[in-house]
């Protein structure tokens, strides 16, 4: 059984933080910005598990979530031993897709890094063929204000 939500917090963000580490950088001494698609993945994958979930439950389920889109903005770079805020809400949520939206925040001065969002469809696990949302993710997700 799925462990229940906690009761929703007033800030729809969730915020994991990382240091940059050389192995994030290029040869100019910036966070490359291939890096930036596994610091989404980190956010993706903390706002689940602080919203009472994780992703292994939903493949247990017999769900999967790819990756439809992927949308990146570029606004500052970070370098090594900055520190970031990587920062995740729900975006649209419909019957078979979800969406997710991203900031990327330096920690130090909270300069806007990187927006971002990523699509994702529903799929059955075995078939891959689009589902409805299972209810696990409908549970660990914001429920509309009534």
């Not at 994030?24 to 001494?29: L, Q």
């Not at 992703?55 to 606004?75: C, F, H, K, S």
């Not at 990523?118 to 660990?140: I, Y």
Request: glycine share 6%; hydrophobic share 35%; net charge neutral.
């Amino acid at each position: 059984m799925d462990p229940s939500p906690p009761d929703a917090p007033a800030d729809p963000w969730v915020v994991v933080t990382h240091r940059v580490i050389y192995g994030d950088t290029d040869a100019m001494g910036i966070v490359y910005y291939g890096t930036y698609l596994r610091f989404l993945e980190v956010g993706r994958n903390e706002y689940l598990r602080a919203r009472g979930g994780e992703y292994r439950q939903i493949e247990a389920a017999g769900y999967v979530l790819p990756v439809l889109e992927v949308n990146v903005r570029y606004r500052a770079p970070a370098v090594y031993d900055d520190v970031l805020e990587v920062r995740t809400r729900v975006g649209k949520v419909s019957k078979v897709q979800l969406s997710f939206e991203y900031e990327v925040r330096r920690a130090s001065d909270d300069a806007l890094l990187v927006t971002g969002s990523t699509s994702h469809a529903s799929l059955d696990k075995e078939t891959r063929r689009l589902v409805r949302l299972p209810e696990c993710v409908l549970r660990w997700l914001p429920q509309p204000s009534s």
